[in-house]
């Protein structure tokens, strides 16, 4: 197996933990014998638990590792926090080689990780390879977290080809199918939080928890309510019904900033914006987004809510850019004559 190949694989292995390591990264380790063959892999599971490293290791004999190459996503840990230091426990070891994806942005780490492996007499190097991009985004909240203490904000919007998310009274279940819903309760699992604003719980009654087969989680909710009406009718609300009193905040400060600011004192390092068209044109129009999931249904829901209602650029040049692959779409219709 080759270096990109075992990177793609630690990356793999990496998105296992997604439901349950925040606020630590998501990382995957895979190690390969002295002839390149795979000896193991393994990921960080649920945060103060083992690190990827170990889990790989943990079926391994010292022999097996005579020469081996350490292949990881991030920078093996260089300090003793829940669990003890992955570089150290690698330093005892025969392996002749580490290969990470990136630098640990963590001032505890960077770079030391390596240190601690050259100083054994261990090859450490930064992978710098073509999954770079990808490396970047199998960590990319706690990357964001680290880099400027700020919550991580990632839109879901399920949207109809011409950029609907309801129609204009308001319906919109359901706009993507049974696949995208499944897929949307991976997401929620993935981020910290859910948020919402205040029409989106008035109108939809949602329920906005993770509902997965085999994923145990209780999850938090942020709501947006200025005028303070979702209190007033709590009684009549699934959101507080479901969720344990604790897990559902309702906030009234007009300012989003402010909201994030809050939030992340609260210990909530990436929020997942579930809507409705206000709230997305609001995060977007302040430049608070890092992520868009985006899905899009082949429907047309003509007159309706938008997703970007009320985003109002003064000119062409100040357009969105958002960095997708696939652009061009070709399908028939339902309403054809003949
Ligand atoms: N397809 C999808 O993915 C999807 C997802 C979610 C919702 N929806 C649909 O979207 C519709 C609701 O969307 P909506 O645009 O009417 O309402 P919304 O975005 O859910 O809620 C807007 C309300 O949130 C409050 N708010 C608090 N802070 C805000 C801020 N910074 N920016 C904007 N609003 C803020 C405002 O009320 P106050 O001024 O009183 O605070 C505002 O009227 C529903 O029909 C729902 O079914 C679709």
């Not at 081996?68 to 150290?88: F, R």
């Not at 963590?106 to 492996?117: F, H, K, S, Y």
């Amino acid at each position: 197996m080759n270096l990109d190949q075992a990177m793609r694989l630690a990356m793999k292995e990496a998105l296992k933990g997604a439901p349950f390591v925040s606020p630590n990264p998501r990382v995957g380790c895979v190690i390969l014998g002295s002839k390149g063959e795979l000896l193991s892999t393994g990921y960080h599971k649920k945060f103060g638990e083992a690190h990827a490293e170990v889990e790989a290791l943990k079926s391994l004999t010292f022999d097996q590792l005579k020469g081996a190459h350490v292949i990881v996503t991030l920078e093996p840990c260089a300090h003793e926090g829940k669990t003890p230091s992955c570089a150290q426990a690698l330093a005892r070891l025969p392996i002749k080689k580490v290969t990470f994806g990136l630098v640990d942005p963590n001032p505890l780490v960077a770079g030391q990780g390596a240190q601690i492996l050259r100083a054994a007499g261990i090859e450490a190097e930064e992978y710098q390879g073509d999954l770079k991009v990808g490396l970047e985004e199998t960590c990319e909240e706690f990357l964001w977290n680290q880099r400027y203490q700020k919550v991580f904000v990632a839109l879901k919007v399920a949207q109809s080809l011409d950029g609907k998310i309801a129609l204009a009274n308001g319906e919109s279940k359901w706009i993507t199918g049974h696949e995208s819903r499944q897929k949307v309760h991976e997401l929620r699992a993935q981020y910290d939080a859910i948020l919402v604003g205040k029409n989106t719980i008035l109108i939809d009654n949602p329920s906005l928890n993770i509902r997965q087969p085999g994923i145990q989680k209780e999850n938090k909710v942020v709501i947006l309510d200025r005028s303070g009406e979702i209190l007033k009718i709590k009684d009549q609300l699934k959101i507080f019904q479901v969720h344990k009193p604790e897990n559902v905040i309702v906030s009234s400060c007009p300012d989003l900033e402010t909201v994030l600011k809050e939030i992340y004192h609260l210990g909530i390092r990436s929020i997942l914006v579930e809507g409705g068209g206000q709230i997305y044109s609001s995060f977007i129009s302040q430049g608070l987004v890092q992520r868009l999931h985006l899905f899009t249904a082949p429907i047309i829901l003509g007159q309706g809510i938008g997703w970007t209602d009320k985003i109002n650029l003064p000119h062409i040049k100040n357009k969105i850019q958002v960095d997708f692959t696939d652009s061009y779409v070709t399908g028939t219709l339902s309403v054809t004559k003949r």
